[in-house]
Nanobody, 120 residues
Framework: VQLQASGGGLVQAGGSLKLSCSAS????????MGWYRQGPGKRREWVTY???????DYTDLVKGRFTISRDKANNAVYLQMDSLKPEDTAVYYC???????????????WGQGTLVTVSS
């Protein structure tokens, strides 16, 4: 499975960005997709996931501000980020796996990161 993320950039605090991630390869094995992020000097952390059935969850840090969605027909997942804060500055990574445990454990497939910078 190959994951290609895009959509990062520079935005002012309070602004919005939408990240995209396209999957290719053995996509039949993918049941859950999600996003992680790694801020400057921080560990990589889980942000959100979405299952094939549409179940979603978010870290409390972004709940109410970020929305994950999935286009199964195009093998893509999106992350709409609103009300961005400087502390959201990070490299965002697309992640996918067969099970929820795989994605939450960070042991699935990774895409290259896309940098999001939020200025104050």
């Amino acid at each position: 499975v190959q994951l290609q993320a895009s959509g990062g950039g520079l935005v002012q605090a309070g602004g919005s960005l939408k990240l995209s991630c396209s999957a290719s390869g053995s996509i039949y094995s993918i049941n859950v997709m999600g996003w992680y992020r790694q801020g400057p000097g921080k560990r990589r952390e889980w942000v959100t996931y979405i299952t094939n059935g549409g179940q979603t969850d978010y870290t409390d840090l972004v709940k109410g501000r970020f929305t994950i969605s999935r286009d199964k027909a195009n093998n893509a997942v999106y992350l709409q980020m609103d009300s961005l804060k400087p502390e959201d500055t990070a490299v965002y990574y697309c992640h996918a796996g067969r099970t929820l445990g795989t994605v939450l454990g960070g042991t699935g497939y990774w895409g290259q990161g896309t940098l999001v910078t939020v200025s104050s």
